[in-house]
């Protein structure tokens, strides 16, 4: 079973997250949730943007610096694609908008969980495209 925690203040995510098969802890606030990590090494961190809103990337990087083996993914309403595309850089494994997250949640936790990316094709290119200039 992969262990998934969960940063969000809205508790929107746990709630889409509820069929999955993930062993799933929710933390509300984010300085609680980085020692959690660090002491529980989940597989996967599902990160509300609205908790730091534009200090997301930051919070991303000392994510990785107390488990440097976890997967993030990024959960938005709607964020615009710069600011995708700097959680991605800072590290973030994926992006998924909150109001389709029910519907792909128990894919998303298991390609995550595989080692692989959630991003969408178009954001691969950005992606591709940003790291060529």
């Given at each position: 079973?992969?262990?998934?925690?969960?940063?969000?203040?809205?508790?929107?995510?746990?709630?889409?997250?509820?069929?999955?098969?993930?062993?799933?802890?929710l933390y509300i606030d984010e300085v609680q949730a980085l020692n959690a990590i660090e002491k529980k090494q989940p597989?996967?961190?599902?990160?509300?943007?609205?908790?730091?809103?534009?200090?997301?990337?930051?919070?991303?990087?000392?994510?990785?610096?107390?488990?440097?083996?976890?997967?993030?993914v990024v959960i938005?309403?709607?964020?615009?694609?710069?600011?995708?595309?700097?959680c991605l850089i800072a590290g973030a494994t994926?992006?998924?908008?909150?109001?389709?997250?029910?519907f792909y949640a128990d894919k998303l936790i298991k390609v995550i969980g595989a080692g692989e990316a959630w991003i969408t094709r178009r954001m691969v290119a950005t992606l591709l495209d940003n790291l060529r200039f």
């Amino acid at each position: 079973m992969i262990n998934v925690l969960i940063i969000d203040s809205s508790k929107q995510i746990k709630s889409a997250l509820s069929d999955t098969s993930a062993n799933i802890s929710l933390y509300i606030d984010e300085v609680q949730a980085l020692n959690a990590i660090e002491k529980k090494q989940p597989s996967v961190v599902f990160l509300n943007y609205a908790v730091r809103n534009d200090e997301t990337a930051e919070y991303i990087k000392l994510i990785y610096e107390v488990s440097a083996d976890c997967k993030i993914v990024v959960i938005a309403d709607e964020l615009d694609k710069e600011k995708i595309l700097n959680c991605l850089i800072a590290g973030a494994t994926g992006y998924q908008d909150i109001k389709q997250l029910d519907f792909y949640a128990d894919k998303l936790i298991k390609v995550i969980g595989a080692g692989e990316a959630w991003i969408t094709r178009r954001m691969v290119a950005t992606l591709l495209d940003n790291l060529r200039f």
